[in-house]
Structures are given as C-alpha cells and as structure tokens.
C-alpha cells in the first residue's frame, strides 16, 4: 500500500492536461483545452481539460473527473496503480508497506496478466542483445533487414530461443503461475497437461496498449525457417488486457508525433512499421495484419482526423481493402491512399531509398479515395459500359457512408466530373444507397441478441442468424416502448404515491416498469429488455441520466446502433409524440408511455385471442375445456375494448 505522504505529494505534483494530453490530441480553447472524448464515439469535440481546476469532463457522456480518476477509467487500472503511473510521470518514489497474504490475494487477474507481459519483453530482450544464439540468429535477423539498434530498442523487439519450454521454465523459476502464463498465450498446454513456448524460434515484436502496457506479443518465423511452416507470424491470444480489434502496433510509439503532424500512416505489418519510424515517418502505426476495426479508428482518431494507408501496390489490394475504406470514411476520416511503386512493401522502399526521398513519395504521392478508385478501376474498365457502371456503382457506396453533408457533397462533384456521369445521377444513387444502408442497419438489429448467440454457439454463420431471426417474431410495438426509453428514459413523467401514500415522481422507465409489471409483461426483444433494465440502474446510480447519451455511446455495438436509429428515426418519433415539435411536457410524455403500453398490451391480447380461437376449433376438444376457453376469451374481449378505447385516442396533438 502506499502511505499517505506520497498520495498527497503526487496529488499536489498531478496536472490534468499533462495526463489527459498522453491519450487525447488536446486543441487551445479558451482558458482550457478540448479534444474527442476518449469514452465514447465521439465525433465532435465534447472532452474538455480545465487546468484551472485541474480536471476534465465529457458534455457529452458526463465522463470526467481529476488526474487519478481518468486514469482509473481510461486505463481500467486500480487506485493504487493510476498513483503509482502519475509518480513514475513526476519521478516521485513511491513509498509501500509489504502487502498481507490477503491483500496478495486481492490483486486481480489483469495486474498479474500485465506483470508477466513486462517480465516477458524484458526477457525476450535480453535473449536477443546478450545471449549467443540470440545475437547470431535474433539480432542478426533485424540488422540484416537494415534496422538500427535505436530503432530495435525503441520497439523493444526480442528473440525466443529454440528450445520448446525455456522461456515458460524461466517465468516458473521467477515464480510466475503456470495459469497466468496460459492466460497470456506466451505459453500453451497440451491435452496431456505438459507446456510449451508459444513463440519459441522466432523474432518477437511487443504490442504495447497507448499507455505503454504490454498487452501482446507478434512472433516471427526467421526467413531461414519459413519453408513448410503454417504461420509465419503467431500473435497473442485474446484475453482479458489483449483485444487485437482494439490494439494498433505502434500506436504508443507514434502518437505525439501522429498529433503533432495531424496525420496518420497506415500500414499492415510491424517492420513496416518500425522502417518508416527509421526513414524518419514516426507518425505510423499497424493493424498488425487484422481487418480493420472501428474500435482501432476511435483509437487513432483521438489524436488525427486525417489518414494515409499505403497499399503494396496492386489493384487485388484495394479491393480487398474496400471495407476498411468505407469504414474510415463512415467514422468521419479524412482519407488519403498511397501505393507504392513496383509492388513494394513500406520496408521493402525503405531499403532502397533514402530518407530524404523516401519522405518526398510519401508527401506526393497521397491521393484521394475518389481519384485513387477512378484510375486503377477505370483501367480495368476500359470503356466497357458494365464494368464502368459498377465503378460507379462502388463510389457511390463509398460516399454513402460519409456523415458529413459538405465532404460527401465534394466527393459527389469530383465523382462525377472524373467518371463523366452527371452530378444529379451520383446524387440520386447515393441517396438511394444511404437508404439501402440504413435499411439493412434496421435488419442487422431486428436480430435478437439470443439470435445471435444460439447461431454462434451452434457455428452457424451470420447469413444463417438472419434466416433464423424470421421465426422469432417480436411484437413491433416494442420498438415503440425502447423509443421511448432511448430519447426519454430518465425524463419525470407523472407522479404516484408509494406504499406510505407519500407522493413520488416517477420516470418514464419507472412508469413503464410498473405496468408491465403489473400485468405480468416482459419485453420478448432481449435488445429492448436490455435497455429498460440498464435505464432503470441508470437512473439509480447516476443522477440526471441521460439515457440516449448513453445508449448511443454504448460498449455493445448492437445496442449503440439501435439506440441512434431509435432517437433519429422520425417517423418511428412522431408515430409515439405526434407532430408538434420540440421537447413534450410531463402531460404529453405520460400519455405517450400510457398510449404505448396499452397498444403494446392490446398486440398481446389480439395474439392470445387469435391463440384462444385456434384452440376453440381444434376438433375433439371437450365441452368442458370449451367452456373455459370461452370464459377466457370473453374476458380478453372486455380488455381488448378498454385498450382499443386507449389507443384510439389521439396523443399530442
């Protein structure tokens, strides 16, 4: 534990915008500074740094809080560590009593995790730089490809000796578990329970979070030792502190020179990397030979808007690259590509240039998407009027996904004066296409959650979770209930009287609780229930919850999706609120909840009668079953005309 006295002089030593500006590229504003907030998909800059107050906040998700606290979130590290990372920042020593056999015990699974990575590339190191084989085969490997020992230092690359188990018996002998070290992927487990090194023979390359951590290892096959082999690179698993859809390689590396430039380079693997890091381009990262992801463009994007992928030069390149494309242009990047001559590779150019020209290409050689797609695709084309109309066919997709009306009005312009196409034709196929998206978004989340996990489960790929998700047919009336609770969960709605009859507002998620409650309804879509059950915690662990901030900004993917079409679909909107505009009164959104719920509630009463009647005619049934059926369904009836009754009314206006 750490004793007071250091606490308070770290504390005293911590200044937020030294902190935040680690992970987040921070603009002058006013008296403070402001950037994307790093907690959510955040578009426009809504994170706020105030070194007045010496803490930071987020308009937008409510995330904030001073030095310590946004390091806990943002790191997802413990107190004690978030303390023990500001001290190494201001070189203050920490000051610790022994920790009790208890306390040991508490510290978690990731720290552990965390602490055998940093073991491990201290050890890989050492292999390389000051063991015999490890300077023969390891070190000769990285000089042979031209790489400078500052530039192998930088990266911290190592060597794995030969010898199957050697690295797993030395982390053993230092007292590492066996189970953490499985836990890693730096080593694996046989069926028979013997162990073994999963790196071991190859060159390795340490993936380090934007935080320094070591969360993964790269490993290389020599060139010597590639003939018959697989896998030529073997990477981390995942675990609990390794997600390769959220790590970029070199992203630590080059993140203040990414924000310095405002400009990122992409490439696709880690010498790639580190031979324009030695050419002098430190502004480059990896997707370490995954397809792109939008949880990697969040994590670039908190320091550049703008991004330059190089491609290794041939036409299969970027049609295989057109998803992550689109992706960039979706997520609001400025996207520039570049090809490199001759089929090369960036480490390949490297070699056989200097730095001076090797900067030169790369500064004048960055076209845009557009011009880039009509000069390889038109050669392809040809003239051929089939193949020049699914070119266009493929920009016009490309525009579609960019969320800003300016830019995709540009690109539109400079579209169809390359291809020769008239503008109002562009124009007219991409709002046709932005439709066909956000239809087939509607249909992606018409798939339930338990959808998808029983396809998953049983292998069943994602074509055969759609054609599985018509049997389940939910109730449409539901969507009109997670409408409500996106765009006015937390909002008071009514008041009522508790137990005690003492009065006592009640939110929108409240009132609809109660009512489904009342009449034993739960919501059949596991999406929709979702959302009311974490409205409702919301609401009581976060004062003021804003409930469609956070389902936009949500972790789930699904639910982030379907939260924004939820809130911007209009015509979903005003089917509940009508037509008037602006915010409904506390009148209105109570008879908006009430009228949803009775038409949700006569849905399910129309479906039990039409249930109740089948069973009525089913032959052989006997007379006194008959009769209680008849009973029953004269009994739905009553109901069915009170709700009609309800959902008849007109709602706000």
Known sequence: MIDRSTIAKINDAAQIYDVVSEFVNLKKSGAGWKGLCPFHDDRSPSFTVSPARNTCRCWACGEGGGPVTFLMKHEQISYPDALKWLAKRYGI?????????????????????????EWAINWFETQMHETADGRAVGLAYFRGRGFRDDVMRDYRVGFAPKSRDAMTQAALREGYKEDFLVKTGLTVRRDDGTLYDRYSGRVIFPIRSVSGKVVGFGGRVLD?????????????????????KKELYGLFEAKKAIAKADLVYMVEGYTDVMAMH??????V???????LTHEQIRLVKRFTTNIAVLFDGDAAGIKASQRGIDMLLADGMNVKLLMLPDGQDPDEFARKNTQEDYQQYLATHQVDFIEYKTKLLLEEAQGDPIKLSRLAGNIIQSISVIPDDITRSLYLRQASQKLGIQEKLMSDGVVRQIRKNQEEEHKRHAISAADLEYAESNGESADTTIT???????????KDIAALLVKYGGRICCEAEDENKQPVSL???EYISINLAQDNIVLENPLYRQILEETLT????????????????????????????????SEQLSKIYGEQAGMPSDKELEDSTT??????????????LTTLTREMNMPGISPEKSRQLLLQFKTLQEIKKMLSKTCGQRVLG
């Open 468 to 478: 599985a998700s018509k049997k389940t047919e939910f109730l449409p009336q539901e």
């Open 93 to 117: 020593p920490v000051v610790e009593k022994e920790l009790t056999p208890e306390e040991k015990a508490q510290e978690t699974e990731r720290d552990s995790l965390f602490a055998i990575n």
């Open 538 to 569: 919301g609401i009581l662990e976060q004062p003021g919850f804003n409930a469609e901030s956070y389902f936009i900004n949500h972790e789930n993917q699904q639910i982030a999706s379907l939260a924004f079409h939820l809130s911007q679909d």
């Open 224 to 244: 010597a030792a590639t003939k018959g082999v697989n896998q030529k690179y073997v990477n981390s698993p995942e675990s609990s502190v390794y997600s390769k």
């Open 278 to 283: 030695q050419m002098g381009v430190e502004n």
């Open 285 to 291: 990262v990896a997707s370490s030979g995954t397809a």
């Open 507 to 509: 939110t929108v998620a």
């Open 595 to 608: 009228h949803a719920l009775a038409s949700l509630k006569l849905a399910i009463i129309t479906r039990q």
